[in-house]
């Protein structure tokens, strides 16, 4: 067990085996390799075998003593490994949580303050990490409904209805089979991600407080960075419509291939314009970037389509009559605004082809990349 268990040295707490957090407490305070962790457990086995063999001794066992102190050093050092365990692990889990929460607005019930409790919705939408969700769930006890746009809201969810993935007509209504109408009854509120734009009132957008322990050259600082959380607050008209909202947009803001796409696949980004200010015309600003990569460049070509917003077989939003095609190709840290006409029910695809990841060039993202995009919309 000693030579062929994983002691899961890079993840600290390993919540599935806590007993392991001593030895993480060695990788971590002492610097012991995964080799390292094998010789110690390696000298920990012998020495607690001769510690059980020991009283059994004739010359020990008739020295009464001899026997009740090594019986004694015996259970001094069983007692000082579990407890040593017991505080690496306690710690280790403190630590997460207080990373956890360093991350999350404060007061971390910033919903139930607002609303007084009631119930309310979640709306997001590409949801690879939901830390976030689970909190706001676990502090908030107003938060009733998750719901997503693509299907990636996390489960356990607070109620069966919370796993519905609601439909966008053309006009934005959004539906769903359990909930034809919208909003379900005595919902006024709504959490949604920033990028969602969902006809109502904002109420507020929360801010992270994270603090800053030692400057840009390892000096040591104290500084407090507040900035506005990913998140905002809103009571939402009714029916419940959304006014705009883009797809295929990564947390960090990359593009990339749709989940389980086969190799090769081009990434792909869309943005809806559902409905405008008093249904005026516009402008929607498409920004195309690699700023977020300065290594080695594999050009992108990108293609802009720009037309009508119908809805698809799959009563999703997609693309009817195109109106405007645009083509452009992006290099490593080049950036390019794009501005094409919007008024209600207008749809921007974007593809970027061929992909790169920034493992390929010694990097540790293993996802396939296209580029970072960005959209709004200007009121002329």
């Given at each position: ?83 040593a365990g017991e505080v690496s692990a306690s710690n280790g889990v403190n630590k997460f949580s207080k990373n956890l929460l360093r991350n999350f607005p404060t007061p971390a019930t910033w919903i139930d303050d607002r609303t007084g409790g009631k119930p309310t919705i979640y709306l997001g939408q590409k949801i690879t990490d939901p830390q976030g969700i689970w909190l706001m769930e676990f502090w908030n006890r107003g938060l009733t409904y998750v719901w997503s746009l693509d299907g990636t809201a996390p489960s356990p969810g607070r109620r069966a209805p919370g796993y519905v993935t609601p439909d966008a007509g053309p006009d934005g209504l959004l539906t769903g089979q359990s909930i034809p109408t919208g909003a379900p ?196």
């Amino acid at each position: 067990m000693i030579l062929t268990t994983p002691f899961q040295l890079d993840l600290f707490p390993y919540a599935d085996a806590l007993g392991l957090a001593i030895v993480q407490m060695a990788n971590r305070d002492l610097a012991f390799d995964a080799g390292d962790v094998k010789i110690l457990l390696s000298v920990v086995l012998v020495i607690s075998v001769a510690l059980l063999l020991l009283p059994r001794l004739r010359a020990v066992a008739r020295r009464h003593w001899l026997g009740t102190a090594v019986t004694v050093v015996g259970a001094v050092l069983l007692i000082a490994w579990n407890v040593a365990g017991e505080v690496s692990a306690s710690n280790g889990v403190n630590k997460f949580s207080k990373n956890l929460l360093r991350n999350f607005p404060t007061p971390a019930t910033w919903i139930d303050d607002r609303t007084g409790g009631k119930p309310t919705i979640y709306l997001g939408q590409k949801i690879t990490d939901p830390q976030g969700i689970w909190l706001m769930e676990f502090w908030n006890r107003g938060l009733t409904y998750v719901w997503s746009l693509d299907g990636t809201a996390p489960s356990p969810g607070r109620r069966a209805p919370g796993y519905v993935t609601p439909d966008a007509g053309p006009d934005g209504l959004l539906t769903g089979q359990s909930i034809p109408t919208g909003a379900p009854a005595g919902v006024d509120y709504m959490v949604a991600d920033a990028n969602i734009a969902v006809q109502g009132k904002d109420l507020l957008r929360p801010q992270v407080q994270s603090v800053i322990k030692q400057d840009e050259f390892g000096f040591p600082i104290h500084k407090v960075v507040v900035t506005p959380a990913q998140w905002r607050l809103l009571k939402i008209d009714r029916p419940l419509r959304l006014a705009s909202t883009p797809v295929g947009i990564t947390p960090d803001g990359w593009m990339t291939p749709p989940l389980g796409a086969p190799e090769g696949t081009p990434a792909f980004s869309a943005y809806n314009q559902f409905s405008t200010p008093q249904n005026k015309p516009g402008v929607i600003k498409i920004t195309v970037s690699r700023q977020g990569w300065q290594g080695t460049d594999k050009p992108g070509h990108v293609t802009i389509k720009v037309g009508r917003l119908v809805r698809g077989p799959d009563k999703q939003p997609a693309l009817g009559k195109v109106s405007q095609v645009l083509r452009w190709t992006v290099h490593s840290g080049k950036t390019r605004v794009f501005r094409v006409p919007g008024e209600p029910r207008t749809r921007v695809e974007v593809t970027v082809a061929p992909t790169f990841s920034p493992h390929d060039f010694g990097g540790s993202d293993r996802r396939q990349l296209g580029a970072q995009v960005s959209y709004g919309f200007e009121q002329k």
